[in-house]
């Protein structure tokens, strides 16, 4: 097969041997002229082909527009007083539009402009022409009118023409540039990269950490003292207990357990998408998620933890190829395998309900609590919950009353319904029906100091009502504290 080396003509090599010159010039400096010549036409060149493409660009702007005045002047009846308003518009209002690269500040260099010198050339010719003929004035306005549409339509087709001259001598010059190769036409060709593969995604699971062996060391007073060496003390060894930190979501699984039940499709495509999901210890990183968020009472994300854990367990269990067989199962419908998943779903969210209620009941039973509790059991303990803020019109009436101050009155009252008012919701609700054991029960569930600090307003606010005085705050496991 023959090869074909005709794309190397269109290279231009740096051959010194096709350069004659005179002998009394040197032979370098030749070379050096040359170069300097072929550079030179080069830039000339690139100089006249930028210079003809903006020339051309320009004129197909303002061809239609001298052709619409051009049409309008050969059909118009008032052709002097239409070419007369048209310059004027321009002369007064000219439009700030130009060509790339030219300054709009000269109207010279905008399209205005230019079409203005236009008319004003069409305006003197055609002036200079009728003068030469022997006519009235009357005669002269109508010739004027039919000979500016005669030069705008001449200086239409003129335009036209200059347009393809242009056209053709752009054409030749960049035929002749891409006649030879330069430096220029460079451009990368085949290149080959290679990609390594991303590394394997690392598992959820931390590394379990062993306690350290503690060693106890026996220190005298004079060790020199004694001829025989102190026996070695035998380090203690703690149990060999190992420490393991719950796993925690990553923002990859956080993402998988916003998926809805029964989404199998998304669930695939998910993992697909993220290799980093099916890892060792998400599906455990899943389950502490889902205590958590029953734990808050977040039922629907727990359940939701819980359902996308059990997916990644089912597919760890069916081998290396489980999670394809798993969804292939899921995704089409197989009742019997959708049945047995289901089914062992409601088992595992039912089984960590409980788990969540009995761990709660164990923290709470343990935990300190404050309680209101009357130090005589005869004595009944009521609450006087103010109805609102005091009236903006208050009396006072009933013996006594003559030497209280009125504004002080309204002072105390006001103190009392802005005491009220901070404590929470289920607390004021509590205290307006009146039954202690409901008291207490809010009470039991706000920690300690919170606790004590309301029971304190509530003295303060005398909102507590009983006949001896002297209420004892009672914890979980029974003991009390009395507070003054």
Not at 34 to 49: A, L, P, V
Not at 165 to 188: A, G, N, P, W, Y
């Amino acid at each position: 097969m023959p090869l074909n080396y005709s794309k190397w003509d269109q290279l231009e090599v740096s051959d010194d041997s096709d350069i004659e010159g005179h002998p009394n010039v040197d032979h370098r400096s030749l070379v050096r002229w040359r170069q300097r010549d072929i550079h030179e036409k080069r830039e000339e060149r690139k100089y006249k082909i930028s210079l003809l493409e903006a020339n051309i660009n320009c004129d197909n702007v303002l061809l239609p527009r001298v052709k619409e005045i051009a049409d309008k002047l050969a059909k118009s009846d008032q052709q002097l007083s239409y070419f007369n308003s048209l310059v004027e518009k321009l002369e007064k209002n000219p439009s700030k539009e130009c060509p790339p690269g030219n300054d709009s500040s000269k109207s010279e260099q905008t399209y205005d402009g230019m079409l203005l010198i236009l008319l004003r050339g069409v305006t003197d010719a055609v002036k200079k022409r009728i003068s030469m003929l022997n006519l009235s004035e009357s005669e002269k306005d109508a010739r004027l009118g039919s000979e500016l549409a005669d030069e705008m339509s001449m200086h239409v087709k003129e335009l036209q023409k200059e347009i393809d001259k242009k056209k053709q001598e752009l054409e030749e010059e960049v035929q002749e540039q891409k006649r030879k190769i330069t430096s220029e036409d460079i451009h990368e060709g085949f290149d080959n990269k290679y990609v390594p593969p991303k590394p394997e995604p690392q598992s959820i699971t931390k590394p379990k950490q062993k306690k350290k062996a503690q060693e106890t060391t026996i220190e005298v007073l004079n060790p020199s003292a004694s001829s025989s060496a102190a026996p070695a003390a035998e380090p203690e060894v703690a149990s060999d207990e190992e420490e393991t930190d719950l796993p925690e979501l990553t923002p990859a699984l956080e993402g998988f357990a916003k998926i809805p039940l029964g989404e199998y499709q998304k669930s695939w495509e998910y993992i697909q998408n993220h290799r980093d999901v099916y890892v060792d210890g998400a599906s455990d990183a899943l389950l502490v998620a889902a205590f958590t968020a029953q734990g808050d009472g977040k039922t629907k994300y727990a359940k939701q933890c819980i359902h996308q854990s059990m997916l990644l367990q089912y597919c760890e269990k069916l081998g290396a190829d489980g999670p394809r067989m798993f969804f292939k199962k899921m995704i089409t419908g197989d009742k019997r395998a959708e049945k047995i998943f289901l089914d062992d779903f409601e088992r595992t969210y039912n089984h960590l309900v409980e788990r969540v209620r009995i761990t709660s009941e164990t923290a709470n039973a343990g935990r300190e609590q404050i309680q209101l509790v009357a130090e005589d059991p005869n004595v009944k303990i009521e609450f006087d919950v103010p109805d609102g803020p005091p009236p903006e019109h208050l009396s006072l009436e009933g013996p006594g009353t003559e030497t209280l101050d009125i504004e002080e009155v309204r002072k105390a009252l006001q103190l009392r319904w802005d005491i009220y008012s901070t404590f929470p919701e289920d607390f004021q609700e509590a205290l307006r029906g009146g039954d202690l054991q409901e008291v207490n029960k809010v009470l039991g569930e706000m920690d300690v100091t919170t606790a004590e600090n309301v029971v304190n307003s509530l003295d303060m606010a005398g909102i507590l009502s009983f006949s001896q005085k002297g209420v004892r705050d009672m914890t979980g496991q029974g003991e009390s504290e009395e507070k003054e």
